[in-house]
């Protein structure tokens, strides 16, 4: 069993910065991909970026150049630094851990709400 908790939201005006950690519970952080999804009022959920156990990353196009996502499996967290912010980045912020061998999320954080507002 994994949970995940998220923290780091907030409120903060247009181009300024937010850096949201997820931490996880459970030894076995380390072999799955991570990733940081985020769903705004009225819409679906979307992928913002993953991060494998190798670190290697991918980005949704709409916060290329701008979020930048880590982790660190010493301390079973993974990181989500976000830059140059617009207020169409308003959402909830979740962290779910992917199961590869089976294809899906088995686990989700609570969530943690970024406004981006001035």
């Known amino acids: 069993q994994v949970q995940l908790v998220e923290s780091g939201g907030g409120l903060v005006q247009p181009g300024g910065s937010l850096r949201l950690s997820c931490a996880a519970s459970?030894?076995?952080?380390?072999?799955?991909?991570m990733g940081w999804y985020r769903q705004a009022p009225g819409k679906q959920r979307e992928l913002v970026a993953t991060?494998?156990?190798?670190?290697?990353?991918n980005y949704a196009d709409s916060v290329k150049g701008r979020f930048t996502i880590s982790r660190d499996n010493a301390k079973n967290t993974v990181y989500l630094q976000m830059n140059s912010l617009k207020p169409e980045d308003t959402a909830v912020y979740y962290c779910?851990?992917?199961?590869?061998?089976?294809?899906?999320?088995?686990?989700w954080g609570q969530g943690t709400q970024v406004t981006v507002s001035s």
């Open positions: 779910g851990a992917y199961n590869a061998n089976y294809g899906r999320y088995d686990y």
């Open positions: 991060i494998t156990s190798g670190g290697n990353t």
């Open positions: 459970g030894s076995i952080f380390r072999i799955y991909v």
